[in-house]
Nanobody, 126 residues
């Protein structure tokens, strides 16, 4: 399974970029998808996650109300719409896939996700 994240770059505070993550080599429609981020000197943290059906989502408190995760099972792609970016959102953003998740449970711990993309750097300038 391969995950390819894109959409990062240098943006200004207040901007609204969208990250994309295309999945190949597996059964996208069976994976819970998550976005994580890791800032310099910090541990990787969960940002958002979405169930197979898209009917349930999880957001970290730090991004709730600003970020939106969505998925298009026909395109094997998950998105992270980021609005009102702050300098503290600067990090490498990773998409990840979790297999075998039952029902509408949305895991938010990195160790539950088996497949990872390479990460895309988002740098927010003030």
């Amino acid at each position: 399974v391969q995950l390819q994240a894109s959409g990062g770059g240098l943006v200004q505070a207040g901007d609204s970029p969208r990250l994309s993550c295309a999945v190949s080599g597996g059964t996208f429609s069976s994976y819970v998808m998550g976005w994580f981020r890791q800032a310099p000197g910090k541990e990787r943290e969960s940002v958002a996650a979405i169930t197979v059906s898209g009917g349930n989502t999880y957001y970290a408190d730090s991004v709730k109300g600003r970020f939106t995760i969505s998925r298009d099972n026909a395109k094997n792609t998950v998105y992270l719409q980021m609005n009102s970016l702050k300098v503290e959102d600067t990090a490498v953003y990773y998409c990840a896939a979790a297999a075998g998740v039952v029902g509408e449970y949305v895991p938010n711990r990195p160790r539950r996700y088996e497949y990872w993309g390479q990460g895309t750097l988002v740098t927010v300038s003030s």
